[in-house]
Structure formats: structure tokens, C-alpha cells
């Protein structure tokens, strides 16, 4: 995740500070663009967050994967309340960070919710994250994990 967010810090739920490299090292990341005032992200967060823990919190050994959240709310306070909604696990960039704006352009994010699977190295898997997981489920976790070509231990 060098290329992507190496030098920054992610916040966690509880306002903790985490060094992102440490954070994603080994883990295929789900970047999660959202905000709490648009009706789709509040109608697929329920969805991501029961993907996520079928295979990361209920499965043994869990999945290789985190979520990194990347606000599009309008205020500090509406990306709090709305952190505070997703799995503890979860990773947010601040909410101040102006890199959040940067990423959005990376990604020709136009709409959320969206979904952005991506490699240790930062390169992109799918795009259309969310709609693989309402259409496959965790099935479509396997193939992010064999595009990832790191992963030899997840049997999935």
C-alpha cells in the first residue's frame, strides 16, 4: 500500500491513530467511499459490513482484508457518527486529510457508494466492488485474493 496511502495515518473508530503501512501490509484493501446522507451507502453498509465479517471476524484463519473508509460527508461530525455504524476493524482516512479529495480523483469516484479492491501494491483489482459482493457474495472474495498473487494461505 506504499503507492497508495504509505506515510499516512488512518483513524480507527475509536479515534485512534494508525500507521497505514503496518495497518494493510499483506491484506487485499477495500477502499469504501461513502457518506451518511446518501441513502445508497446507508442501503449497502449493512451488506459490506456482514461481507466483512463472514470472512474477516467469524472466519478461522480470517481473510486477508481491510476496509478503509474514505468520507464524502460534509462535516467531521457526519463522518464520526457514520464511523461509528461500521466494524470496529475498520480504517478511515481523516476526515481533514485533504488526500481524501485526491483519491476521489484517482479513482474517478463520481457517485458513492463505491467500492475499490486493491492489491498490497496499490494496483487496482475491481472497481466494482459492490456490485460483485450484492451479486457473488464472498465467492467474489477468492478471485480478489488470486488477483492479489500474494495470498497463498487463504483457502477461502
Same mark, same amino acid.
Given at each position: 500500500?506504499? =503507492?497508495?496511502?504509505?506515510g499516512?495515518?488512518?483513524?480507527t473508530r =475509536?479515534?485512534?491513530w494508525?500507521?497505514a503501512?503496518a495497518a494493510?501490509?499483506?491484506?487485499?484493501?477495500?477502499?469504501y467511499?461513502?457518506s451518511? $446522507? /446518501?441513502?445508497?451507502?446507508r =442501503?449497502?453498509? %449493512?451488506?459490506? $459490513?456482514e461481507? +466483512?465479517a463472514?470472512l *474477516?471476524? !467469524?472466519a478461522r484463519p %480470517?481473510?486477508?482484508?481491510? *476496509?478503509?473508509?474514505?468520507? @464524502?460527508?460534509?462535516?467531521?461530525?457526519e463522518?464520526? =457518527?457514520?464511523?461509528? #455504524?461500521?466494524?470496529g @476493524?475498520?480504517l478511515?482516512?481523516?476526515f &481533514?486529510?485533504? +488526500?481524501? &479529495?485526491?483519491? !476521489?480523483t !484517482? +479513482?474517478?469516484?463520481?457517485?458513492t %457508494?463505491?467500492l475499490?479492491?486493491l492489491? %498490497?501494491?496499490?494496483?487496482?483489482?475491481?472497481?466494482?466492488?459492490?456490485? #460483485?459482493?450484492?451479486? !457473488?457474495?464472498?465467492? /467474489?472474495f477468492?478471485?480478489?485474493? #488470486? @488477483?492479489?498473487?500474494?495470498? #497463498?494461505?487463504?483457502?477461502?
Amino acid at each position: 500500500m506504499v =503507492d497508495v496511502l504509505g506515510g499516512r495515518l488512518l483513524v480507527t473508530r =475509536d479515534g485512534a491513530w494508525v500507521e497505514a503501512e503496518a495497518a494493510l501490509q499483506n491484506k487485499v484493501v477495500a477502499l469504501y467511499f461513502a457518506s451518511a $446522507c /446518501c441513502a445508497p451507502s446507508r =442501503d449497502f453498509t %449493512p451488506l459490506l $459490513c456482514e461481507f +466483512y465479517a463472514d470472512l *474477516v471476524e !467469524r472466519a478461522r484463519p %480470517p481473510a486477508p482484508l481491510a *476496509v478503509v473508509f474514505v468520507s @464524502a460527508d460534509c462535516s467531521a461530525q457526519e463522518m464520526e =457518527d457514520f464511523l461509528h #455504524q461500521l466494524p470496529g @476493524a475498520w480504517l478511515a482516512l481523516p476526515f &481533514h486529510d485533504p +488526500y481524501r &479529495h485526491e483519491l !476521489r480523483t !484517482r +479513482y474517478h469516484i463520481t457517485a458513492t %457508494p463505491k467500492l475499490v479492491i486493491l492489491k %498490497p501494491s496499490g494496483e487496482v483489482i475491481t472497481n466494482k466492488g459492490r456490485k #460483485q459482493i450484492r451479486e !457473488r457474495g464472498c465467492a /467474489c472474495f477468492q478471485d480478489w485474493v #488470486q @488477483a492479489a498473487e500474494v495470498f #497463498q494461505n487463504f483457502s477461502g
